[in-house]
């Protein structure tokens, strides 16, 4: 039999992932996964079906070495699917820090959407338990000061107004209270870790809980994490396309200190982060950081010692999936350090105003693939903090993952659609393989009763649409939507529902299977890979179009050495100085694309005419 593969790619979500292990059991019934990706939530559900994929064909390729049983492989990952489908056992994954545990349950009554009355309660629990001192200290005194100027009745006047003051000053002091926890608590309310002190030492929390899983399905021991690498070079069934990696798995995270996404692993050689033993020490299992400790030397600077985070391969798959799932606020952030190469040249030039920046990257590689190249650390240099959040802030639906201009074997990916988010949504788990059917938009209303709960909407409309349109616009695209199973979530479903009843999350989980089925039995890869060719074709000839426009004789003097050199090879290029050899073969290319441009114009049959809508573009576009 001719084994078949796939990639898989999975939407952030939070409780909302409970769809995807279901998903790829699935799927893995039919498909051999080769790339893995996601998002947030999506990106431990990768994590997870990557490992099961390792231990499935550890399993079956090297079975006297590697004899974990069910524990291992898909037949893990069913079991994984089962306990996340129990009541309570999730909620029970997300065990908050002391001093916010009142603002957690706000939270977890908020996001149930239990009504205005227990919101409300549980806000003044909150507060209570917060501020409650604070509460009555200001009561009182305003209640005092009423009777003092007025007797019984200044007391009566004075009553509403002291209860308002007082709220507001409870109030105020509770979010200031939770603001410093959330500080300390490395910017989130869990750092999915047990908490310090908890009594509870049966119920792992959720990172804990997440390296177990990894370690078992994968067949890992315990002592060793998992690490990319583990997946790069795992065994191949016999006739395995050679690929340059056996199994892939990417994650995405965001770098708020910079502004911009990162797909995890960072590249070995391209730039290198540090981290502190103290701080990853309240974020990972011990197992993991003694590991990273040990694998590079670390730099003692201003009496703080740092840690050099393994690239590359040698990251621990655990540490790629917390980065991603770091939820703003519910769960902490993770911090990194970079050498801060502006304190240095401040410092220089505040002792001689001649002194300049001595560092220069001849490409951007080290900027985007993690701060600075691992020599850039000198004793004399002070490291600054660089925060990494969820990667749902800057691509929740990491579509472009795996994707190739003709693919060989299908990138399938899992989209969630919610309650009140589309003029059409569908009501049942659904597949258009043939890219034509079931269009809509994704629309929604942001009129609400009050002002502010309005004005509130227009805001997280606003969030929503910076975070999801580069998403939102790829899975649209002809030779992606055919690809990609949208699963409908009611409104009690998924998201921030972190305490769902038990048939709530049966029928998530049901959904997750349902798609992967639908996916096996519907989805048509002969339709999918020519749908791709006439995207190429039709998207090259405008590039050469446009190509061949653009190297046309120069339209003035000034700028026609560039061009002579493209042509001619001199004069000399000013930069990105190419070989000889090279050279030569610059000069054959500009021309021929240039020929191809004036060839493809008026007189040959344009590809564009009956290609998929809206027509494509190729573009030069950073890589993340």
């Known amino acids: 039999m001719t084994r078949r593969y796939c990639d898989l790619v999975m939407k952030g979500g939070i409780t909302s992932g409970l769809v995807y292990p279901t998903a790829a059991i699935a799927l893995s019934r039919e498909y051999t996964f080769k790339n893995v990706g996601g998002t947030s939530a999506g990106a431990i559900a990768a994590a997870a079906c990557a490992a099961a994929a390792l231990g499935q064909r550890r399993k079956e390729l090297q079975p006297r070495k590697f004899a974990g049983g069910d524990a291992m492989g898909f037949a893990g990952l069913e079991a994984v699917a089962k306990d996340l489908s129990g009541k309570g056992f999730i909620y029970g994954l997300f065990q908050p820090s002391a001093g916010v545990r009142s603002v957690y349950r706000l939270l977890v009554v908020a996001a149930a ?37 007025g007797g019984l009745a200044g007391l009566a006047a004075a009553a509403l107004p002291s209860l308002l003051c007082a709220l507001l000053a409870g109030g105020g002091w509770s979010i200031r209270q939770a603001a410093s926890t959330i500080r300390a608590n490395q910017m989130g309310i869990c750092t999915g870790m ?106 003692t600077v201003a009496g703080k010692t740092y840690h050099p985070l393994p690239n590359g391969g040698d990251l621990p798959v655990i540490v790629a999936a917390r980065m991603s799932l ?14 801060d190469f502006a304190a240095t040249v401040e410092a220089k030039v505040g002792a001689d105003t001649t002194a300049q920046p001595a560092r220069r990257l001849d490409a951007t590689d080290a900027l985007t693939s993690g701060g600075a190249r691992p020599g850039d650390a000198q004793p004399d240099r002070p490291f600054r903090i660089c925060w990494f959040s969820d990667g749902g802030i800057s691509s929740n639906f990491p579509i472009h993952l795996f994707d190739a201009p003709l693919p060989r074997w ?61 998403d939102l616009l790829l899975s649209r695209a002809p030779g992606y939507r055919g690809r990609v199973v949208t699963v409908p979530l009611a409104a009690n479903e998924g998201g921030m529902n972190l305490d769902m009843p038990e048939e709530v999350l049966r029928s998530i989980a049901a959904k997750g299977t349902i798609a992967g089925e639908i996916v096996v039995d519907q989805f048509d890869f002969n339709c999918h890979w020519w749908t791709r060719w006439r995207n190429v074709a039709a998207s090259t000839e405008r590039f050469v179009i446009a190509f061949a426009d653009g190297a046309a004789e120069p339209l003035n003097d000034s700028y026609k050495a560039a061009y002579s050199t493209a042509v001619t090879g001199k004069p000399a290029a000013p930069c990105y100085k190419p070989s000889a050899a090279q050279s030569a073969e610059a000069q054959k290319r500009f021309l021929t694309l240039s020929g191809l441009g004036a060839a493809w114009g008026s007189p040959a049959p344009s590809m564009q005419k009956g290609a998929p809508r809206p027509l494509p573009y190729m573009t030069i576009s950073p890589v993340y």
């Not at 227990?118 to 009423?146: C, D, K």
């Not at 809509?440 to 999801?468: C, D, H, K, W």
């Open 410 to 470: 299908p990138t399938f990916a899992i989209d969630l659609i919610y309650a009140g988010t589309d003029d059409a949504r569908p009501r049942e788990v659904s597949l258009h393989p043939d890219n034509v059917s079931g269009w809509s938009r994704r629309y929604q209303s942001i009129e609400r009763p009050g002002a502010i709960a309005e004005v509130a909407a227009f805001l997280f409309g606003i969030i929503g649409t910076m975070q999801n349109w580069r």
């Open 326 to 339: 770091s939820f703003p606020l519910l769960i902490s952030a993770i911090p990194l350090y970079e050498p």
């Open 113 to 149: 959407k239990k009504g205005l009355a227990a919101a409300i309660v549980a806000a003044l629990v909150a507060m209570a338990w917060g501020a409650g001192l604070v509460f009555l200290l200001v009561l009182l005194a305003l209640l005092g000061l009423g009777y003092a100027l």
């Open 194 to 299: 047990r908490p310090q002190g908890s009594r509870d030492r049966g119920t792992p929390a959720l990172t804990e809980w997440l390296h177990g899983v990894i370690q078992s399905l994968s067949g890992q021991p315990a002592n060793d994490p998992l690490r990319f690498e583990h997946l790069w070079k795992a065994e191949r069934y016999p006739g395995e396309p050679a690929t340059h990696e056996t199994l892939t798995l990417r994650v995405i995270t965001t770098s708020v200190s910079h502004h911009e996404p990162r797909s995890l692993p960072l590249e070995k050689g391209g730039g290198q982060f540090w981290f502190r033993r103290e701080e990853f020490d309240r974020l990972f299992p011990a197992s993991v950081v003694d590991w990273m400790v040990a694998q590079g030397e670390p730099r």
